[in-house]
C-alpha cells in the first residue's frame, strides 16, 4: 500500500493532485560491506508504510529462512533481490526503490560495498541529489568508506548525511560517535566535502530514523527522514544559467516548429533572448509550449517545447542558453573518467561519447594519471582497467557545448560507448577545455581536393589491406601499386614494416601502441588522399574499431577494405620471417594470432582468399574491382 494520508479516504482527487505535486529527491546510500545500506532502506519503506500484505508475509518467511536476525524481521531482505546477494549476505547490483512521505516523494539506490563493484556505485550516484553515507559504529572509517565519499565527491553531490548505524551495539556512546565524527571531518576536507550531517542512529531498531530517538539525548539534529524532506535542491538548479539540450525537433505539422528538451538549469520566459550552441546563433523565446497549454515561465525539471521568433537551424543535440551567460564550445578537454569495462581503456581507440543529448566521436589520450582513491594518492599509468578512475585529455570529432560538471551536471558528465559492441564502457566528468581547441583552427585553403584529384585523372581513395602476418599483404599491395602505375595511375604504398622505420619509430606492439600506430597511418592516408593519390595500405590492423576509425576519416566511397583471408595454420607455415616461431617460444609477445587477437572484418568491400588465389591473381581481383567502382 502507499503512504497512508487522510486524504486517501477523504478526497482521493485532492490526495493525487497532492501527491503529483510533491518535490522528487534522489539519493543514494554508500559504504562498506555489512554497514546496513539495504537494512536502512528497508526500514524506510516499511516506516513510510509501502510493503503490501503479501511483501510482508514473504518478508517474514525469508527473514526465517535465508535472514541474519535470528528469524526477526530482516529489512535487508526487501532490497537485496538478486539470488547471489542473498546467499552472500551482500549487495551486488544497484537497487532502485521508491517511496513517499506527505512531503516530498523519494528514490533511493542502494549501491554496492565491494570494491570490485565501484562501477555500479558510480551508476547509482550519477543521478543522485544527496549521498548517505554509512558507518557501522564499531568499526569506524574504512578503506570503502574512503572510496565511496571520495567518488560522491568527485560526481558533485552537495547533500551528504553521514549515517553513523548500530550505535545499540555501542552503547549509544557519544563518546563513540564524536570520535568517528572528528577522523571524517578531517578527511572530508582533503577531498572537497564542504559539509555534512551526522545522524547516529540504529537502523535495524528505528533509532532516528523517522522519529528522534530517547537513547541519544546528546543529539540535537533531526532524524534522517525529516532531514531528507527537508533538503532544498531544486532551487540550487533554478538559480544557474538556462540550459536545455535540445532533444526533438517538433514539427507537427507545416505552421508549427519547436525544440523539445528537459530544462536542465535555470529558467526561462517567453521574450527572453537565447542563444543555440555550438553554431552561435541567437534568437528569441516566443512561446514556452505543454501538452497542458503554453507557461509564462518554465523552470529547470520541466520539459517543454520552445519556439523561436527567427528560422534557426536546430538539431538533436544543438544546446539552447541565455544569450548572456552562453556555455562554451570546444572539441579537446581534460577529463576525469571512471572506466566500467571488463575490458581495458586504450588510448587513441575511437569511442562514441554521449553528453546531454548529442553522440560524438572521442578518443582518449594516455592517462596523465589515476587516482588511488584508497589514499588518494596520484599514480602513473599507460590505460585504465575496470574499476580504476583517471584524469586523461579527450578529443572530440565535432565541438560541443559544455559546461564543467561542477557547475553543471547535464552539460558537464558523459558516457563512453564502445563503437562496436555498444556497451558502456566509461563514466566521466569534463573539468575544462584546452587551451589548443580554442586557438587552433582551420585554414582555408583555394586548392582543394577535388581540384588536385582533377589534375590527376582519378579518385583519391584508401585501398586498406588487413590480415593476419604472413597472409601476403604487402606482396599483393606490392603488385597492384605496379598494376596501377602502369595504367598512369598516381599511387602511394604504406607498408606496416617501412612506416615502423620511420613515422612510428617510437611504437611497440602493446595493444594502445598498436592503436597510435594506426591512428597516425590512417591520418597520413587521409592527407594522401586529399592531395588525390590512390594509397596502397598494407597493415595487419587487427582491430575493427580502428579500422572503422580509418573509415570514417575518409568520405563515403574513399575507403575499401581488402581482407586479405588466410587461416592461421597456413599464415604459421609460411612463416617467412619466423615471427611464429618466436612467438610460440615466447620470445615475442602481443603477437596477432597468438596471445593478441585478430579481428576478421565484417564488410570488407573486396574479400581475396589466399589458399586458393595466387598473389598476381588476387591483385588482378583488387583492380578489376576498383575500376569498376
Given at each position: 500500500m502507499s503512504h497512508q494520508s487522510a486524504?486517501?479516504?477523504?478526497?482521493?482527487?485532492?490526495?493525487?493532485?497532492?501527491?503529483?505535486?510533491?518535490?522528487?529527491?534522489?539519493?543514494?546510500?554508500?559504504?562498506?560491506?555489512?554497514?546496513?545500506?539495504?537494512?536502512?532502506?528497508?526500514?524506510?519503506?516499511?516506516?513510510?508504510?509501502?510493503?503490501?500484505?503479501?511483501?510482508?508475509?514473504?518478508?517474514?518467511?525469508?527473514?526465517?529462512?535465508?535472514?541474519?536476525?535470528?528469524?526477526?524481521?530482516?529489512?535487508a531482505l526487501l532490497v537485496d533481490g538478486l539470488a547471489a546477494e542473498r546467499e552472500q549476505g551482500i549487495t551486488i547490483d544497484v537497487a532502485y526503490r521508491f517511496f513517499s512521505t506527505d512531503t516530498r516523494k523519494f528514490i533511493v539506490a542502494d549501491t554496492p560495498g565491494h570494491e570490485q563493484y565501484t562501477r555500479n556505485m558510480v551508476t547509482g550516484a550519477s543521478t543522485a541529489d544527496a549521498a548517505i553515507i554509512l558507518i557501522d559504529a564499531r568499526k569506524g572509517v574504512l578503506t570503502q568508506t574512503r572510496r565511496h565519499s571520495y567518488l560522491v565527491s568527485l560526481l558533485g553531490i552537495r547533500h551528504v548525511v553521514l549515517a553513523i548505524n548500530k550505535m545499540d551495539l555501542v552503547g549509544w556512546s557519544q563518546e563513540v560517535f564524536d570520535s568517528i565524527l572528528a577522523e571524517y571531518h578531517d578527511f572530508a576536507a582533503q577531498i572537497g566535502i564542504k559539509g555534512f550531517t551526522a545522524i547516529p542512529m540504529s537502523a535495524l531498531k528505528g533509532d532516528n530514523i523517522t522519529e528522534p530517538s530517547d537513547k541519544a539525548p546528546w543529539y540535537k539534529g533531526p532524524?534522517?527522514?525529516?532531514?531528507?524532506?527537508?533538503?532544498?535542491?531544486?532551487?540550487?538548479?533554478?538559480?544557474k544559467p538556462f540550459r536545455m539540450p535540445v532533444q526533438w525537433v517538433n514539427r507537427p505539422d507545416l505552421d508549427f516548429r519547436g525544440f523539445s528538451g528537459l530544462i536542465a538549469t535555470g529558467t526561462i520566459t517567453p521574450g527572453d533572448r537565447v542563444k543555440v550552441l555550438p553554431s552561435g546563433r541567437e534568437s528569441?523565446?516566443?512561446?514556452?509550449?505543454?501538452?497542458?497549454?503554453?507557461?509564462?515561465?518554465?523552470?529547470?525539471?520541466?520539459?517543454?517545447?520552445?519556439?523561436?521568433?527567427?528560422?534557426?537551424?536546430?538539431?538533436?543535440g544543438d544546446v539552447l542558453s541565455i544569450a548572456g551567460q552562453p556555455p562554451e564550445v570546444a572539441d579537446q578537454f581534460e577529463a576525469t573518467i571512471v572506466w566500467m569495462d571488463d575490458e581495458g581503456m586504450l588510448p587513441g581507440r575511437p569511442y562514441l561519447m554521449k553528453i546531454g543529448t548529442r553522440i560524438v566521436g572521442a578518443s582518449i589520450t594516455e592517462p596523465k594519471y589515476k587516482v588511488n582513491v584508497n589514499t588518494l594518492e596520484q599514480l602513473a599509468a599507460k590505460r585504465l582497467e575496470l574499476n580504476e578512475i583517471g584524469v586523461c585529455n579527450l578529443s572530440l570529432d565535432a565541438p560541443i557545448a559544455f559546461d564543467a560538471y561542477k557547475d553543471n551536471h547535464t552539460l558537464g558528465g558523459f558516457i563512453l560507448v564502445d563503437r562496436i559492441s555498444n556497451r558502456t564502457v566509461g563514466a566521466g566528468m569534463l573539468h575544462f577545455a584546452l587551451r589548443r581547441s580554442q586557438n587552433i583552427h582551420w585554414q582555408a585553403l583555394d586548392v582543394s581536393k577535388a581540384?588536385?584529384?582533377?589534375?590527376?585523372?582519378?579518385?583519391?581513395?584508401?585501398?586498406?589491406?588487413?590480415?593476419?602476418?604472413?597472409?601476403?599483404?604487402?606482396?599483393?599491395?606490392?603488385?597492384?601499386?605496379?598494376?596501377?602505375?602502369?595504367?598512369?595511375?598516381?599511387?602511394?604504398?604504406?607498408?606496416?614494416?617501412?612506416?615502423?622505420?620511420?613515422?612510428?619509430?617510437?611504437?611497440?606492439?602493446?595493444?594502445?601502441?598498436?592503436?597510435?600506430?594506426?591512428?597516425?597511418?590512417?591520418?597520413?592516408?587521409?592527407l594522401m588522399v586529399d592531395a588525390g593519390l590512390i594509397v596502397l595500405v598494407s597493415f595487419i590492423s587487427p582491430f575493427r574499431a580502428e579500422r572503422r576509425m580509418a573509415r570514417e576519416l575518409m568520405e563515403d566511397g574513399e575507403f575499401v577494405e581488402v581482407y586479405v583471408a588466410t587461416p592461421l595454420a597456413v599464415a604459421e607455415?609460411?612463416?617467412?620471417?619466423?615471427?611464429?616461431?618466436?612467438?610460440?617460444?615466447?620470445?615475442?609477445?602481443?603477437?596477432?594470432?597468438?596471445?593478441?587477437?585478430?579481428?576478421?572484418?565484417?564488410?570488407?568491400?573486396?574479400?581475396?582468399?589466399t589458399t586458393t588465389l595466387s598473389p598476381e591473381q588476387a591483385a588482378e581481383e583488387i583492380v578489376a574491382w576498383l575500376a569498376k567502382n
Open positions: 486524504l486517501i479516504a477523504e478526497d482521493i482527487e485532492a490526495y493525487l493532485k497532492a501527491h503529483e505535486h510533491k518535490s522528487l529527491l534522489r539519493f543514494l546510500t554508500c559504504g562498506s560491506v555489512d554497514d546496513g545500506k539495504s537494512t536502512l532502506i528497508g526500514r524506510l519503506l516499511y516506516d513510510s508504510k509501502m510493503i503490501f500484505e503479501d511483501q510482508m508475509a514473504a518478508l517474514e518467511a525469508d527473514s526465517k529462512k535465508v535472514g541474519t536476525q535470528g528469524g526477526e524481521i530482516d529489512f532524524p534522517l527522514l525529516p532531514h531528507l524532506e527537508s533538503l532544498d535542491v531544486e532551487d540550487d538548479l533554478r538559480e528569441t523565446v516566443a512561446r514556452i509550449v505543454t501538452m497542458t497549454g503554453d507557461l509564462p515561465r518554465a523552470v529547470a525539471g520541466q520539459s517543454v517545447t520552445i519556439t523561436l521568433t527567427d528560422e534557426i537551424d536546430i538539431s538533436r581540384s588536385r584529384a582533377a589534375q590527376k585523372g582519378q579518385k583519391g581513395r584508401v585501398v586498406w589491406l588487413t590480415g593476419l602476418s604472413g597472409a601476403g599483404k604487402s606482396t599483393i599491395a606490392n603488385l597492384v601499386e605496379k598494376r596501377m602505375q602502369a595504367d598512369g595511375r598516381h599511387t602511394y604504398l604504406l607498408d606496416g614494416d617501412n612506416v615502423r622505420h620511420g613515422l612510428n619509430k617510437d611504437l611497440g606492439f602493446t595493444e594502445e601502441d598498436r592503436v597510435e600506430n594506426i591512428r597516425r597511418v590512417a591520418e597520413v592516408s587521409k607455415q609460411r612463416d617467412v620471417k619466423g615471427l611464429y616461431a618466436k612467438a610460440r617460444a615466447g620470445e615475442l609477445k602481443n603477437f596477432t594470432g597468438i596471445d593478441s587477437p585478430y579481428e576478421e572484418p565484417e564488410h570488407a568491400e573486396i574479400t581475396v582468399d
